[in-house]
C-alpha cells in the first residue's frame, strides 16, 4: 500500500504549509515523516549536501500510485496559493560561494517549495546547503541538475504558485485516463519530459532521456505497439524534410548530400547525380532521398524502432548524442531519439528467441541491415504529462512545450535550433 493512502484532506490542512511543501519536494522533516507516513524519523545529512540528489522513483509516471501522489499534491499546492504562492526570485546568476541579498532571496524561494531546510537560515553566502537545494529543484523541473543559478532556473522558479497548481489540475485528467489496466509490460514516453521509461509489472525497469518534436513538428501522443527493430538502418529523408531542410541546405552547400552519405534515386530507381538538380527550385521534391547506414552519420544511428502509427514517426537512435546533456531536447520532427537505446531495445527483446544482448551488439557492430521481430509487441504510450508526483512524496513540473494545458504561453527552459539529423519516416 502506498504510503500516501494513509494521508487525509485533513493531515494536509492542519501540518502546516511550509511542512507540506517540504514533503512535496522530498525534503520531509520528522514530525510529517512520523505523523503522516509512520515512518521512522529521517533528517537531512547536508554534510554532504554538494552531492545530494533527488531520490529517483521506480513508480511510473503512469500508475494509480501517481495518480494518488499528485490529486494529495493538489492539495498542497491550493494552500499555498491561499498562503500568496511562491516569492519573486529576481534575475541572478549563482554559484557556490556567490554573495549577497540575492542569495537570501534565492534561499527563501527555495525553501517556500520545500527543496531547501526551513532551517537553512538566512546567510548571504552559497554554500553547499544551497547548492543542494538547487539541484533538487532543477532535478524537479527537468533541468540539468549543475547545483548553478541562470536564466533558465529563475525562470522556472518564476513561474506562479497559481499556475502550477493549474498544471497539477489539468494533468490529473490525463493521469486518470491512463488509471486502468496498460499491460504488464509497456513503454511511457513523456513528451514534454522528454523521456521514456520501461516498465515491467508496475516498476519501471530502465529511464532514457529522448530527443521529441519541435514546436512546429510536434510528436503525436498517441497509443501504439513496438513491432519490429531495424538494425543498421537506411533513412529514407520524408517530402516535408527535403523542402524544408534539405533543399536550403544544398543552396548553401552544394557537397552536403555528398558529405553526409545521402543519395538521390529517380522512380526507376537509378541513382543521380546532385548537380542533375536544379536546387532553385522544387524538383528536388520529386526524387527519392536515401541514407546509407553508419552510426556515425545516419540520422537514426544504428537503430530504429517500429511503431504502428498513422503518423509516420518512430523510435531510433542517433549520432549526435549531446542533445541528451541539453535541458531543452524538442530537437526532431516529430520521431523520438531514446538514449542508451542498446538498454532499451535489449528490454524490448527479452523475450524474443535469438536476441540476447550479445547478440543484439554482434548484429549492430556487423554493419549490415537485419530486422528483429518482436516474439510479443509491446504496448508504446506517448503521453503529454507535464506535472505529477511520485509516492516519495516528490513534485515534477516540466513546460508545456506544446502549449497543451490552455494556460496560455508558459516560460520555455531556452530555445535550441537542430541540426540536420531530424526524421519524420
Given at each position: 500500500?502506498?504510503?500516501f493512502?494513509s ?5 494536509f490542512a492542519l ?5 507540506l511543501m517540504a ?9 510529517f ?7 521512522a524519523e529521517?533528517k537531512?545529512?547536508?554534510d554532504?549536501a554538494?552531492?545530494q540528489?533527488?531520490?529517483?522513483s521506480?513508480t511510473p ?17 491550493r ?6 504562492g511562491?516569492?519573486t526570485m529576481?534575475?541572478?546568476?549563482l ?9 537570501v532571496a534565492l ?6 517549495s520545500?527543496?531547501?531546510d ?12 544551497v547548492e ?8 524537479r523541473?527537468?533541468?540539468?541538475p ?5 536564466q533558465?532556473t ?13 498544471q497539477?489540475?489539468?494533468n490529473?485528467?490525463?493521469l486518470?485516463?491512463?488509471?486502468g489496466?496498460l499491460?504488464?509490460r ?11 521509461e520501461?516498465?515491467?509489472n ?15 513538428r510536434q510528436s503525436p ?12 538502418p ?31 534515386y529517380n522512380?526507376a ?7 542533375a ?10 526524387y ?7 552510426g ?10 517500429n ?7 518512430y523510435?531510433h ?5 549531446g542533445i541528451?546533456g541539453?535541458?531543452?531536447?524538442f ?9 542508451n537505446?542498446?538498454d ?5 527483446l527479452?523475450?524474443?528467441?535469438g536476441?540476447?544482448r550479445?547478440?543484439?551488439d554482434?548484429?549492430?557492430e556487423?554493419g549490415?541491415?537485419?530486422d528483429?521481430?518482436l516474439?510479443s ?6 503521453v503529454?504529462?507535464?506535472a505529477w508526483a511520485t ?5 515534477q ?5 506544446y502549449?497543451k494545458?490552455?494556460l496560455g504561453?508558459?516560460p520555455?527552459a531556452?530555445?535550441a535550433s537542430?541540426?540536420?539529423?531530424d526524421?519524420t519516416?
Amino acid at each position: 500500500m502506498s504510503a500516501f493512502k494513509s494521508i487525509s484532506r485533513r493531515d494536509f490542512a492542519l501540518t502546516g504549509l511550509a511542512t507540506l511543501m517540504a514533503a512535496s519536494s522530498g525534503a520531509f522533516s520528522s514530525a510529517f515523516a512520523q505523523s503522516a507516513f509512520g515512518q521512522a524519523e529521517w533528517k537531512q545529512n547536508y554534510d554532504a549536501a554538494t552531492s545530494q540528489k533527488v531520490a529517483r522513483s521506480t513508480t511510473p509516471v503512469l500508475s494509480p500510485l501517481t495518480l494518488q501522489a499528485t490529486e494529495q499534491t493538489i492539495e498542497v499546492y491550493r494552500q499555498l496559493v491561499a498562503q500568496g504562492g511562491f516569492p519573486t526570485m529576481p534575475a541572478a546568476n549563482l554559484k557556490l560561494g556567490s554573495k549577497g541579498a540575492t542569495v537570501v532571496a534565492l534561499r527563501r524561494r527555495l525553501i517556500a517549495s520545500g527543496d531547501l531546510d526551513q532551517n537553512a537560515g538566512g546567510s548571504q553566502v552559497f554554500d553547499s546547503f544551497v547548492e543542494a537545494g538547487v539541484k533538487r529543484f532543477q532535478e524537479r523541473h527537468g533541468l540539468m541538475p549543475t547545483g548553478i543559478v541562470n536564466q533558465n532556473t529563475v525562470t522556472a522558479m518564476n513561474v506562479p504558485a497559481a499556475v502550477r497548481l493549474r498544471q497539477l489540475e489539468t494533468n490529473i485528467v490525463r493521469l486518470r485516463s491512463y488509471a486502468g489496466n496498460l499491460g504488464d509490460r509497456f513503454v511511457v514516453a513523456n513528451i514534454p519530459a522528454a523521456l521514456v521509461e520501461t516498465v515491467e509489472n508496475g516498476q519501471v525497469m530502465t529511464r532514457h532521456a529522448a530527443g521529441v518534436g519541435k514546436i512546429d513538428r510536434q510528436s503525436p501522443v498517441m497509443t501504439t505497439r513496438a513491432t519490429d527493430i531495424n538494425f543498421n538502418p537506411f533513412w529514407t529523408v520524408p517530402a516535408s524534410i527535403i523542402k524544408k531542410d534539405l533543399i536550403p541546405k544544398m543552396q548553401a552547400d552544394a557537397n552536403y548530400l555528398t558529405e553526409n552519405k545521402i543519395r538521390i534515386y529517380n522512380k526507376a530507381g537509378q541513382e543521380i547525380a546532385p548537380t542533375a538538380i536544379n536546387w532553385r527550385s522544387d524538383e528536388a521534391t520529386h526524387y527519392m532521398f536515401r541514407q546509407d547506414p553508419g552510426g556515425d552519420f545516419n540520422s537514426l544511428g544504428v537503430v530504429r524502432i517500429n511503431i504502428a502509427n498513422p503518423y509516420g514517426v518512430y523510435m531510433h537512435d542517433t549520432p549526435a548524442k549531446g542533445i541528451f546533456g541539453d535541458d531543452f531536447r524538442f530537437v526532431s520532427s516529430g520521431c523520438m531519439r531514446v538514449q542508451n537505446v542498446r538498454d532499451y531495445i535489449t528490454w524490448l527483446l527479452k523475450d524474443t528467441p535469438g536476441w540476447t544482448r550479445e547478440q543484439i551488439d554482434a548484429a549492430i557492430e556487423s554493419g549490415q541491415r537485419v530486422d528483429a521481430r518482436l516474439a510479443s509487441p509491446v504496448a508504446v504510450y506517448w503521453v503529454y504529462i507535464t506535472a505529477w508526483a511520485t509516492p516519495e512524496g516528490v513534485v515534477q513540473f516540466r513546460d508545456d512545450i506544446y502549449n497543451k494545458d490552455g494556460l496560455g504561453a508558459t516560460p520555455v527552459a531556452s530555445v535550441a535550433s537542430s541540426n540536420f539529423d531530424d526524421e519524420t519516416q
